[in-house]
């Protein structure tokens, strides 16, 4: 890694994706090929950040991003302060703005936090010193997943440009639908949006966005169609129906997947909910499903935002 691929990044902080460049954009995913290549060979994989300490931060569950983030973080030689919400002093009633005060004093190298409120990462980058990586805020942002889905792409379709993507299911909660919409955006791709009219979302951000209430209609056309699930502990759960009636109507089964391209491929940014939002029979189709290729991609996805955005 040289001094001026550094100095190339526009923003000291990974907090969405509207705030980077598209020059950005390409600089971390250019860096995350290069580690996924050097991992996979097992070679060069140089500890640029050996001697950091990297607090992770999260107030909100999470499997793949904080796991990934975490492995990145040592495969690149730092170590880790783990803040854990349910073993913590907040739960004896110590403010967040307090916790921040407190961890930032220890003097961390960067800090990756998950959080339900939108204006914590924001809040977080104005207090501390170090950069700040948002691992999904709210509804709002989730900047690493959409760097992984696009990595995903580009390795799959060759590009963003000119392509179209299906995201299907509960828009109006998804932090990664706002990411992917705002970098389709950036990098000239097309986005359908195929939701009930309860998962809709209050405006299209975007002139690239489209709406559509079916899989036939939203799919046509499509290089990529991705899942999303229910995200039930951000709204009123009187609003949907049971898991079988929605997985009648917006399911994605290989019938539905029909009306894409014949070679489109099935993203889901996980957790899954199997037989909800998607049938086993698409989630594990070696020849559709890229859901596993996403795993394939988190870790270098995070090396680069690691070792770009450190100083
Ligand atoms: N996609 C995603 O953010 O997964 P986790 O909640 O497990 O991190």
Redesign the pocket.
């Given at each position: 890694m040289s001094e001026d691929h550094k100095l190339r990044l526009s923003v000291s902080h990974l907090l969405d994706i509207p705030s980077l460049s598209r020059e950005d954009i390409e600089l971390l995913l250019h860096r995350a090929l290069q580690h996924k290549r050097h991992l996979a060979e097992k070679t060069d994989v140089t500890q640029t950040l050996a001697g950091k300490v990297i607090l992770t931060l999260f107030a909100e569950?999470?499997?793949?991003?904080?796991s990934a983030a975490i492995m990145a973080a040592h495969r690149l030689g730092a170590k880790i302060l783990d803040w854990d919400e349910k073993t913590s002093s907040s739960q004896k009633g110590e403010t967040f703005s307090d916790t921040i005060r407190y961890l930032s004093a220890f003097g961390p190298d960067a800090i990756v936090i998950r959080h339900k409120d939108y204006n914590a990462p924001y809040y977080v980058a104005k207090q501390v010193k170090c950069p700040v990586i948002n691992a999904?805020d709210s509804w709002r942002a989730?900047p690493t997943?959409a760097l992984v889905d696009a990595l995903t792409l580009m390795e799959l379709k060759g590009r963003i440009e000119g392509l179209t993507m299906a995201i299907c299911g509960d828009v109006a909660h998804s932090r990664?639908a706002q990411c992917n919409m705002a970098l389709f955006h950036k990098l000239g791709g097309t986005v359908h949006l195929v939701t009930p009219d309860y998962l809709r979302p209050e405006k299209i951000p975007y002139p690239n966005v489209k709406l559509f209430n079916s899989f036939e209609e939203g799919l046509k056309g499509c290089d990529a169609v991705m899942m999303l699930r229910i995200q039930k502990e951000r709204m009123d759960q009187s609003l949907i129906p049971d898991d079988a009636a929605y997985f009648n109507e917006y399911g994605l089964t290989h019938d539905r997947l029909a009306f894409a391209k014949p070679d489109a491929v099935v993203l889901h940014?996980?957790?899954m909910n199997r037989g909800v939002e998607i049938a086993d029979e698409v989630a594990d189709d070696p020849h559709r499903s890229a859901i596993f290729h996403q795993a394939d991609n988190r870790v270098p996805v995070n090396m680069a935002a690691l070792d770009l955005f450190l100083p």
């Open positions: 569950n999470s499997t793949r991003t904080k999904g989730h997943q990664v940014p996980g957790p």
